[in-house]
């Protein structure tokens, strides 16, 4: 399987409408893979918390349109990151578009937990709720999206629901870009998945980010990593590994916490 990661660098002087452009023209040239990944709230660049609501969109909006019509001309699946949603009957969301090669939706992601510690993301917008797989030809993905990384309960429901690949898109800063790589490669080896994580570069709202989009195999074992120079981040993997990582070292069947309600001590 092909997978390409388009670390998209939010140049704070271009328009939404020709930002959505230029991002589609990127996936099209993608035609040799099976799966693109997009980075989280490219349209508007993660820590741009004031232009959230400005831009925001409906779900079936301008970026879906324009994702899904990307998708279908080039005939892959694509995970279009993630935008900020508006739903008519509630609060905003950071949604994540997932679209088949024929331009139609399979999946859309509301990111559940909110980064910003009471602000920023973490008041402006809702949490999702459920936990969402897409079921691809070659592998199952998960969804989640950035600091969804901190938290492995997510991505272990992720794989009890039958995830073999965890994919995260994200607008990581730099300056805690070692996090980044060492949680992409924590999540890979505790749940015995791939994991591609695509990450925004350049700087939002004043914030550098962190780029280093990066591929981890079920062992931890990184098999790509983007420079922060670097556009489009393309690997080949074989999902066939993760059954046999699982028969290999089924440390999976060993847990015991999650799985049974705790028991009492002694009276």
């Known amino acids: 399987m092909r997978a390409s990661l388009i670390q998209i660098a939010v140049d704070e002087g271009e328009s939404v409408e020709s930002r959505r452009r230029r991002v589609a023209a990127l996936v099209r040239e993608q035609t040799g893979a099976d799966l693109v990944v997009l980075p989280e709230l490219w349209t508007t660049g993660a820590f741009a918390y004031e232009d959230f609501g400005r831009e925001a969109e409906p779900l079936e909006g301008p ?44 999946a859309a992601y509301r990111k559940i937990h909110r980064f910003g ?15 969402v797989t897409v079921r691809l030809p070659e592998t199952t993905l998960g969804l989640a999206t950035c600091y969804d990384l901190r938290f492995p309960e997510l991505f272990r429901g992720l794989v009890d629901a039958g995830a073999e690949t965890l994919v995260v898109p994200a607008g990581w800063p730099e300056r805690r ?55 489009v981040l393309t690997v080949e993997f074989d999902p066939g590994r993760v059954a046999t990582t699982r028969q290999q070292f089924p440390a999976l069947k060993d847990r015991v916490l999650g799985l049974e309600p705790p028991r009492r001590g002694a009276p």
Request: glycine residues 12%.
């Open 63 to 106: 970026t879906y349109e324009a994702m899904a019509k990307a998708a279908s001309d080039t005939g892959v699946w694509l995970h279009a990151g993630s935008i900020p949603e508006r739903d008519p009957d509630g609060p905003l969301y950071n949604t994540s578009l997932v679209f088949t090669p024929s331009g139609e939706l399979a």
């Open 117 to 131: 510690f009471d602000q920023g993301e973490a008041v402006l917008m809702g949490a999702g709720r459920e936990l």
């Open 177 to 231: 870009r070692a996090h980044w790589t060492l949680l992409a490669r924590a999540r890979a080896v505790e749940d015995q998945a791939f994991v591609l994580a695509c990450g925004t570069a350049g700087t939002h709202a004043g914030v550098p980010q962190s780029g280093h989009s990066i591929v981890v195999d079920p062992w931890g074992e990184v098999l790509a990593e983007a420079g922060p120079g670097d556009e």
